[in-house]
C-alpha cells in the first residue's frame, strides 16, 4: 500500500515561499510519474505541476515561473517549491504518483495518478 504524506504548508503573506513535501513510503520514486495538484474551497481540483520518470516538468500556466518541482530519491521525498506567493494560491495542496512502471498522461490530469496523499493547507494573504 503507497502512502504519501505531505507537509511544509502554512500561512504566507503575499509574495513570500513555502517548500512543499512529500514522503512516499516507497524506494523507487523514479519508476513513477509525480504530480502536485490543488483545491480551494467550492472549486474543483487542479494539477499545478508535473515530474516524469525521465525528469521533465509540467507546469500550470497559473504558476510557470514561480513554482518547481523536483525529487530527492534518496530520501524518497518529492518537492513544490511556491515562490511570488498569490491569496488565490490559497488551497489545500495534494502529492498524487502514478502505478510503478506505468505509462503517464496528462501530468496535470487527476486521471493520470493512483495514489493520494492527505494534502496540505496554503493560506497566502
Known amino acids: 500500500h503507497v502512502q504519501l504524506v505531505e507537509s511544509g504548508g502554512g500561512s504566507v503573506q503575499a509574495g513570500g515561499s513555502l517548500r512543499l513535501s512529500c514522503v512516499a513510503s516507497l524506494s523507487t520514486i523514479s519508476r513513477r510519474c509525480w504530480g502536485w495538484f490543488r483545491q480551494a474551497p467550492g472549486k474543483e481540483r487542479e494539477g499545478v505541476a508535473g515530474?516524469?520518470?525521465?525528469?521533465?516538468?509540467t507546469y500550470a500556466d497559473s504558476v510557470k515561473g514561480r513554482f518547481a518541482i523536483s525529487s530527492e530519491n534518496a530520501n524518497n521525498t518529492i518537492f513544490l517549491q511556491m515562490n511570488s506567493l498569490k491569496p488565490e494560491d490559497t488551497a489545500m495542496y495534494y502529492c498524487a504518483a502514478t502505478t510503478g512502471g506505468a505509462v503517464c498522461g496528462d501530468p496535470l490530469s487527476l486521471s493520470t495518478y493512483r495514489h493520494w496523499g492527505q494534502g496540505t493547507q496554503v493560506t497566502v494573504s
Open positions: 515530474l516524469a520518470r525521465g525528469g521533465g516538468t
